[in-house]
C-alpha cells in the first residue's frame, strides 16, 4: 500500500497522521490548498483551518466553516521571515527585529502591500502575518506561491483546539485533518502585535508569548502605544 494512502477515512472525513507519513502529507495539504480546499493543520499554538489566501471562493468557504463575520480578518501565515516583506510592508522596522520575533507563536500587524489579494480583509488596510515555528506549516508554505488564510479549528467564538478530536464535530465540512496528536493545554494562541508605526507598538492580543514579545520589543527601544 502507498503510503499516501495510509489515513483514516470515515463519514466525518479524511484524517492524515503526520508521523506516519510526513513528507505525503505535505504534498497532499499543497494540492488541496492549490484546489481552493479548506484543511485543518497543527501550528506551534494551536490547530488552525488554512486556505489560499489568493482564492475568494476558498476564502469564503473558510469563514462560512468557521461560522465568522466578514467583518472579522484573517492573518496569513508565509513560509518564511524574508517572505513577510512581500505582504506587510517592513521598510520602516529596526533590522532583525523580524529575525527574534520569528519564527514563533506571534501574529505581527503592518500595514498591507498590493500584492495580497484585495478582496481579502476588504477595506482592511492592516493584515495580521504569521511564520509559525511548526515544521509542518513551514513546509507546506514553502511549496505555495502565496500565503495562506489561517484561522483557529473552532467554531466563532467557541474555545480553540489542542488536538483533531476537538473539532471533530464539523470534521465533514472539510476537505482534509492532519493530525500531529495534542499539541499541549495552553489555547491562548499567538501573541499578535500592531508595528504598523515606527518605533511604537500594541499588544491586540496576549497569547502565549506575550513576556517575551515585550522584552524583544523593548530592546529595540520601541514603546507602546
Same mark, same amino acid.
Given at each position: 500500500?502507498?503510503?499516501?494512502? =495510509? ?9 492524515? +497522521? ?12 499543497? +494540492? ?23 482564492? /475568494? ?15 472579522? #480578518? ?21 533590522? =532583525?527585529?523580524? %529575525? =527574534? ?12 502591500? #498590493? ?42 467564538? %467557541? ?25 499541549? +493545554? /495552553? ?30 520589543? +523593548? ?7
Amino acid at each position: 500500500m502507498s503510503r499516501i494512502n =495510509q489515513c483514516i477515512t470515515n463519514s466525518f472525513g479524511v484524517v492524515y +497522521k503526520l508521523n506516519q507519513n510526513f513528507e505525503d502529507c505535505i504534498h497532499i495539504a499543497v +494540492k488541496h490548498i492549490q484546489h481552493g480546499n479548506v484543511i485543518a493543520i497543527p501550528t506551534d499554538t494551536i490547530y488552525g483551518l488554512a486556505a489560499d489566501v489568493q482564492n /475568494n471562493d476558498a476564502i469564503k468557504k473558510l469563514y462560512t466553516i468557521k461560522g465568522r463575520t466578514f467583518m472579522k #480578518p484573517l492573518s496569513i501565515c508565509v513560509r518564511d521571515v524574508n517572505n513577510i516583506k512581500n505582504w506587510g510592508y517592513v521598510d520602516h522596522l529596526p533590522v =532583525q527585529i523580524l %529575525e =527574534q520575533l520569528l519564527p514563533g507563536p506571534v501574529t505581527v500587524v503592518l500595514n498591507r502591500t #498590493p500584492n495580497l489579494n484585495s478582496s481579502f480583509n476588504h477595506n482592511i488596510k492592516k493584515v495580521g502575518i504569521r511564520v509559525p515555528k511548526n515544521d509542518f506549516v513551514q513546509k507546506l508554505t514553502s511549496f505555495l506561491d502565496t500565503p495562506i488564510a489561517l484561522t483557529s479549528a473552532n467554531k466563532s467564538n %467557541e474555545t480553540s483546539s489542542v488536538s483533531i478530536d476537538e473539532f471533530s464535530s464539523f470534521w465533514n465540512e472539510l476537505n482534509a485533518i492532519f493530525d500531529n496528536g495534542s499539541i499541549g +493545554k /495552553n489555547r491562548s494562541g499567538s501573541t499578535i502585535i500592531d508595528l504598523s508605526e515606527p518605533g511604537k507598538y500594541e499588544i491586540i492580543r496576549k497569547g502565549n508569548y506575550y513576556s517575551n514579545t515585550v522584552q524583544i520589543l +523593548k530592546k529595540f527601544d520601541f514603546r507602546e502605544k
